[in-house]
């Protein structure tokens, strides 16, 4: 059986970070698990057309790599996953990485205070410490609709897309208008004979203003560090300074974000029923807000059509709506986005006196700081429960998760201890609070999006990225119970 420090599973940006900063402390007995034949998590798996993140680069990067190279202050797709790639090479993470590795199940052994991990592959792993960077956003939501086998023409969702099928002069239904959705309507709104996307809700779209970086800019963004660093603060600024306040319901920050989406919908939608229909009826930042250029424009377009009634059933040809209408199709995309409850599910995980996880998140998930849960002692997470943000780079909060379990492996190494288990009590206050914060603020005003489970946000942090970091560097030790090394 291989035994290992740490195992991390998942090579995504997650997990990237975690393997780096470990060997930056000096560790490399440690193993990344990773499912599929590359790195790159999300960005290895969405490849859409038009795919790219909706943070800009300077800031959807870790803040200790640099990249000089991005083309585009939004990056795509492509170009993300190549920055991934480069860095793992670069810190000679790829010998560490075990592809085709699904973690199934992991099991806390309180004798010897280690992780048993069981791979779907059938081999047998061993740990100290075990990181779960899997992510929020990997497993495709596919809704059921009446008479969806009996659909004859292809149908597929986004993180899945189908490259194969040539969408050029087709009729094609788009279900989801919202992250995902609107990065591709524009891109094969210029191909496709006829697109009708069906909405459900109308969501806050601000326009990116996006342009290529010049060969000058890049020059700059080599030689002269400090300036990178003070763009890269106003980025993060922007976030902090105006989306976190309109999420938390600052009247002026509202304005700003309204004026601009109402000044984009005006500009490049003429006609007023339209317009109504694109107008949201939710306070901004409840759901992600949607940067785009493109999204509008493409709505305009004589060959698409937005739907607001809802859909009844799939047909052999196509989708019946509202009431009695029909449409058919040859395409149909769901943009529907992931199920992001349970968090690491379908790994089945168990820790003290044979509790799993699954039972302890019954009522949705909850952590210490995302990072810790009692009764899994050793078992740390990244961008686990409560550390979405609906306003700025998931990598800061991601970063410093990853300092703080390198902090709890060197705390325990230093002390010969074994493991750490967050007290439950702890744990529990800590989730108080937070959630009657996140009561006051947008992401409580809908009553469903992603970041929710059966109405509890489970998936969003309630302050400023600064506050959270802030916190968890300081966090205290006492909070945690200690287990010896076994004789
Ligand atoms: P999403 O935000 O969950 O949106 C799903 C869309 O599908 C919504 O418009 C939703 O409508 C609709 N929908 C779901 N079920 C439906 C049903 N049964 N019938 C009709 N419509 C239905 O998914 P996503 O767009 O894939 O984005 C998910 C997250 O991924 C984003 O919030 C973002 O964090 C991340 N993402 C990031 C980037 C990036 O640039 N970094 C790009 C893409 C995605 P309702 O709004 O009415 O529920």
């Keep these: 059986m291989k035994q290992y420090k740490v195992i991390v599973i998942g090579a995504g940006f997650s997990g990237i970070c975690m393997g780096i900063k470990l060997r930056q402390m000096g560790i490399d007995d440690f193993v990344i698990l990773e499912k599929a034949q590359g790195l790159g998590g999300t960005w290895r798996e969405n490849t859409y057309p038009g795919a790219e993140c909706d943070i800009p680069s300077a800031l959807y990067s870790y803040s200790f790599e640099h990249n000089d190279k991005w083309e585009y202050k939004w990056s795509g797709q492509r170009q993300i996953l190549k920055y991934q790639q480069d860095t793992a090479a670069k810190y000679r993470l790829n010998d560490n990485i075990q592809f085709g590795t699904e973690v199934k199940a992991s099991t806390f052994d309180a004798q010897d205070n280690r992780w048993l991990v069981e791979t779907s592959q059938g081999e047998q792993i061993v740990a100290q410490h075990l990181v779960a960077g899997v992510g929020q956003l990997h497993h495709p939501a596919t809704p059921k609709f009446a008479g969806q086998d009996q659909f004859r023409g292809h149908q597929f969702h986004s993180a899945q897309w189908q490259h194969d099928v040539d969408l050029r002069g087709k009729r094609v239904a788009v279900i989801g208008n919202a992250a995902s959705a609107v990065q591709f309507i524009p891109e094969i709104a210029r191909d496709v004979a006829h697109l009708t996307i069906f909405q459900r809700s109308a969501n806050w779209v601000i326009p990116k203003v996006d342009k290529p970086y010049t060969r000058f800019d890049q020059w700059v963004s080599k030689h002269f560090p400090p300036i990178t660093k003070l763009y890269r603060f106003g980025l993060w600024l922007r976030g902090e300074g105006v989306v976190l306040p309109a999420i938390r319901g600052n009247r002026l920050a509202r304005w700003i974000l309204h004026t601009w989406n109402r000044r984009s919908l005006k500009e490049h939608i003429s006609d007023p029923e339209l317009r109504e229909k694109l107008t949201p009826a ?47 199709f040859d395409v ?42 009692a ?15 609906g306003h700025n780079s998931i990598i800061i909060m991601i970063e410093a998760q990853v300092a703080h379990i ?72 006492q909070h945690y119970n200690y287990r010896p090394i076994a004789n």
Excluded at 298 to 318: Q, Y
Excluded at 436 to 452: H, I, T
């Design 282 to 328: 939710y306070p901004v930042g409840a759901k992600r807000i949607l940067f785009s250029d493109n999204y509008y424009p493409a709505l305009a377009r004589e060959n698409v059509h937005l739907e607001t009634e809802p859909i009844e059933r799939f047909t052999e040809h196509g989708i019946r709506y509202g009431k009695d209408q029909q449409a058919n």
């Design 406 to 477: 390198t902090r709890c492996i060197q705390r325990l190494d230093d002390r010969s201890l074994a493991a750490m288990d967050i007290k439950p009590e702890v744990e529990a206050s800590f989730n108080q609070a937070l959630q009657q914060r996140l009561g006051a603020l947008a992401f409580s005003k809908v009553e469903n999006s992603w970041y929710m489970d059966g109405g509890k946000i489970t998936n969003n942090w309630a302050g400023s990225t600064q506050e959270y970091r802030r916190r968890l560097r300081k966090i205290d030790w």
């Design 375 to 389: 009764g899994f002692p050793n078992l740390h997470m990244l961008y686990g429960p409560n550390t979405n943000l």
């Design 332 to 373: 149909i995309i769901y943009g529907t986005g992931f199920k992001t409850n349970p968090f690491l599910a379908p790994m089945h995980i168990t820790g003290l006196d044979g509790q799993t996880l699954h039972e302890s998140w019954r009522e949705g998930a909850h952590a210490y700081f995302g990072v810790a849960t």
